[in-house]
């Protein structure tokens, strides 16, 4: 089935660093989206990107929309330890409403 | 966005045993989707609860160990049946809510320990 490549798997970095992290497909998705879960809790959308190309900021998160539709980044600026957690990225399958995940990456912050 | 309720938050339970997660949301929504997240893993797709049909199972998944029920346009409930071990995972509810920025929310999920 679709899967999704995510790296890197983790990162360690201080605090004010910038990390990045990208995902990608063998398949063209339509829609990608960047989660964030932090322990204990369900995954919380941080981005939504709907088209190739497309460059979206949520304060110092910025991800893109890959131009072949078969890839996404994300981008965090100046991190605090409260970036701590796991990313996700996923899409939705072929047009549906069901979502398929990367692997995450878990992100530790030293202060 | 939709505001999820997942109970229990936590469970250890016996091998053998069954447990019933339960989802409530605030609002009606038409689709709820079931995930599981095995320990540092990512999240799969168990099945698509719809209301007033039998829920759609994801490969790998069938009815009888993951038996859903979705009596209603705001409630929904997983059991896993028969557990073991190799059951031990979070157990994530999700909806199709067209209030949030893309259209999915997820519960805080079900952590569950089986010994």
């Known amino acids: 089935g679709q899967q999704l490549n995510q790296s890197p798997q983790s990162m360690f970095i201080q605090e004010g660093e910038d990390v990045s992290m990208n995902c990608t497909s063998s398949s063209i998705f339509n829609t990608w989206l960047w989660y964030k879960q932090d322990p204990g809790e369900g995954p919380v959308l941080l981005i939504a990107l709907y088209k190739a190309g497309e460059l979206t900021s949520n304060g110092r998160l910025t991800a893109q929309f890959g131009i072949t539709r078969k890839d996404s980044f994300l981008n965090i600026s100046a991190s605090i330890p409260s970036d701590v957690g796991i990313y996700f990225c996923a899409g939705p399958l072929g047009g549906s409403e069901k979502l398929v995940f990367g692997k995450g990456m878990k992100l530790t912050v030293n202060p | ?115």
């Open chain 2, 1 to 115: 966005s939709a505001v999820i309720s997942q109970k229990p938050s936590r469970d250890i339970c016996q091998r053998g045993t069954s447990l019933t997660i339960q989802c409530q949301v605030d609002s009606q929504v038409t689709m709820m989707f079931w995930y599981r997240q095995q320990p540092g893993q990512s999240l799969t797709l168990i099945a698509t609860a719809n209301q007033g049909s039998e829920a759609t199972y994801e490969s790998g998944f069938v009815i009888d160990k993951f038996p859903i029920s979705r009596p209603n346009l705001t409630f929904s409930t997983l059991t896993v049946s028969n557990m073991s071990p190799e059951d031990s995972s979070i157990y994530l509810c999700s909806v199709e809510d067209p209030g949030s920025l893309y259209g999915y929310t997820f519960g805080s999920g079900t952590r569950l320990t089986v010994v």
